[in-house]
């Protein structure tokens, strides 16, 4: 499967950008996820991967292949990108059955493809089959019911799964009624013996042409495969049907129409349908967004699981972080049409980028502490936190504080200039939606109207805190004296509201089954080396390390 490669999109609508100058590469057998709050850009960016949005401007490789390049005028439609997109709706048609759902696609489908022998490749997988004529009369045995009548249908759906065939092919190994003969394994022998012979004749038939037939049964002639502009056979229709539904588990539903299939079934059927064309990337757009909670979790494993069989890369688009951390190999995550963190989601969990990357990845949201200080000769950074309270971050790597503040300040210098460049060309555009510092939330016991609030004057000396919930302990003797202000206990941890200060909250994650009261007095330890020191004026990490609080 291609890898895909994004250079410089952007989709603006008159003055409103959507995407702005994007720049990503996902690598091939990826399951990325774009993230981001609604409105943020992120099924644009895949419509436009996928053909049906185009960009202003830009340029998006699939593979080696350029699909999009404003500059050289290349839009390649939909239809021709080989790509398969799932929607947040399952839009099965309600009059068809699931396999001529999964089937209608393949029908439609008449391009250059390799000439394919459909009696060669029937002899050969019948061949397989009756390798054991004992096993062949077992699966069709097992579909009789109490009363010792044979059901059919079931029959053939054991022969498809067990062997791997086609429909076709399953009800000419059911005529062929080894289950009836008074020895199956010399029964078989002698039809296998038939089918040997079938195809000895196709392949001495190539050979005067000097032509041969490779593993996948398509004509080649001097080792390259004969290519010809076809519609799909039966057979290879059909193949691909059974094909995409053992691997979502709905070969027994194929006859069903989709009012007859739970939320779950209808999914499977949705990804089998998008799958059978053999698309050479995979887009999902919310797809479980309409399903239960259990339902969900159950379908994640599920597309964790197809993403492994398949091979093929995933861009799936979400705003249900805890989707995109559980299933993403990287996520992609976007604000305001920007690019704001590209990286594993242990990365984007542990070192964000930003004060927005930070808060929204995480579940309960992490903690954000203003505070103020400087950083000491020792290489650590003395805070006042909480109005009085001394604390001290120690990064985990050697950190000059003057040099970081020179570095940020240089960065916006250019990325200021560089806009006023863009402007000066002809017909840029002023972007409208404004990119700004993301307004993190301080949580208290009493909420200010942050409207009536004015801007403060920030200087290097102004920072903030991110603390997980996980970090924080409780701790008889411990260093910062708390009341329990909320308690939600889940049985194998509880999840708390701290009141310091009597005035701000902490939200803590205590593992244990243990029982706390509201009102109760708490001591707190903030523990780990993933506490997170950011700077205010801009928003930007500036490191990670540990933190002490003064007693």
């Known amino acids: 499967m291609p890898s895909i490669t994004l250079t410089h999109i952007t989709k603006r609508w008159k003055n409103y950008f959507g995407v702005d100058d994007l720049s990503l590469d996902i690598p091939d057998n990826a399951f ?6 609604s409105g943020c850009g992120k099924t644009t960016i895949l419509r436009m991967i996928a053909g049906l949005e185009t960009p202003t401007e830009g340029q998006i490789k699939i593979g080696d292949r350029v699909v999009f390049d404003s500059d050289k005028g290349i839009n390649v439609p939909a239809n021709k990108r080989k790509v398969g997109f799932l929607f947040q709706n399952y839009a099965l048609w309600p009059n068809m059955t699931v396999y001529q759902n999964i089937s209608f696609g393949l029908k439609n489908i008449k391009e250059e493809l390799p000439r394919i022998d459909v009696k060669a490749k029937v002899s050969s997988d019948l061949m397989h089959a009756l390798k054991s004529g004992k096993k062949v009369k077992d699966q069709i045995e097992d579909c009789r019911d109490k009363n010792g009548k044979l059901d059919t249908e079931k029959a053939y759906v054991k022969l498809i799964d067990t062997f791997n065939l086609s429909i076709m092919s399953a009800k000419e190994l059911f005529n062929l009624k080894i289950h009836e003969a008074a020895d199956p394994q010399q029964a078989a022998d002698a039809a296998r013996a038939g089918y040997e012979k079938t195809l000895a004749e196709i392949n001495a038939g190539y050979a005067a042409k000097g032509q041969t ?21 039966d057979e290879e229709i059909d193949s691909r049907v059974r094909q995409v539904s053992r691997v979502v588990k709905i070969g027994m539903f194929m006859d069903r129409y989709p009012a007859e299939l739970s939320g779950g079934q209808q999914q499977r059927v949705a990804i089998a349908r998008t799958l059978a064309p053999e698309p050479q990337v995979l887009f999902m757009d919310e797809p479980l967004s309409n399903l239960d909670a259990k339902l969900r979790l159950e379908m994640r494993y599920e597309l964790q699981r197809l993403h492994l069989e398949t091979g093929s890369t995933f861009v799936y688009v979400t705003h249900d972080q805890m989707e995109a951390m559980t299933l993403a190999t990287k996520i992609c995550l976007i604000n305001n049409g920007v690019l704001q963190q590209y990286d594993a989601p242990l990365e984007v969990y542990n070192r964000p980028t930003n004060l927005f990357a930070a808060d929204f990845v995480g579940n309960p949201s992490i903690n954000f502490v203003e505070a103020t200080g400087e950083q000491s000769a020792d290489g650590s950074v003395a805070l006042e936190i909480f109005h009085g309270i001394h604390a001290r971050f120690i990064p985990n790597e050697a950190l000059e504080l003057p040099t970081w503040f020179t570095q940020r300040d240089a960065d916006a210098a250019a990325k200021k200039q560089a806009e006023i460049d863009r402007l000066k060309q002809k017909h840029a555009v002023e972007k409208s939606n404004k990119d700004e510092v993301f307004k993190y939330h301080i949580e208290k016991v009493i909420e200010e109207d942050s409207s009536i609030l004015e801007d403060p004057v920030l200087t290097n000396r102004d920072l903030v805190l991110g603390i997980r919930p996980e970090a924080i302990d409780i701790e008889p003797e411990g260093a910062l004296q708390t009341t329990i202000f909320g308690a939600m206990p889940t049985g194998m941890e509880s999840t708390l509201k701290l009141c310091v200060q009597d005035d701000y ?6 593992f244990g089954n243990n029982a706390y009261r509201i009102g109760e007095q708490a001591g707190i330890d903030i523990h780990g080396s993933h506490i997170l020191l950011f700077d205010r004026q801009s928003g930007k990490c500036i490191a990670d390390g540990r933190l002490e609080i003064e007693k």
């Open 32 to 37: 990325v996820t774009l993230l981001g709050p």
């Open 505 to 510: 909250l902490l939200t803590g994650v205590i």
């Open 213 to 233: 037939l490779d593993e996948h049964f398509h004509v080649t002639q001097n080792g390259t495969a004969i290519m010809e502009v076809r519609k799909l056979t």
